[in-house]
């Protein structure tokens, strides 16, 4: 359920993101997905930390160590 919220999470601030560069027509338009896919990314971890049980902690590290990001 953790993992399915974090990925719920991470896909709205992409969404966000994207509607924001699309949307803002100035200088800054590039910083502000940039800010926004970050900081969903740190709250979709920190509610995954907070929600998740060790065991399921425990298998998502296994699952990163065995297929490391690229």
Do not use: Y
């Amino acid at each position: 359920m953790a993992q399915t919220i974090r990925f719920a999470i991470f896909a709205l601030s992409a969404c966000c993101a994207g509607l924001a560069f699309f949307t803002l027509h100035s200088f800054w338009a590039w910083a502000e997905p940039v800010a926004i896919f970050i900081v969903g990314s740190i709250i979709a971890e920190l509610v995954f930390s907070r929600l998740a049980s060790s065991e399921e902690k425990q298998r998502d590290l296994e699952d990163r160590v065995r297929n490391p990001p690229t």
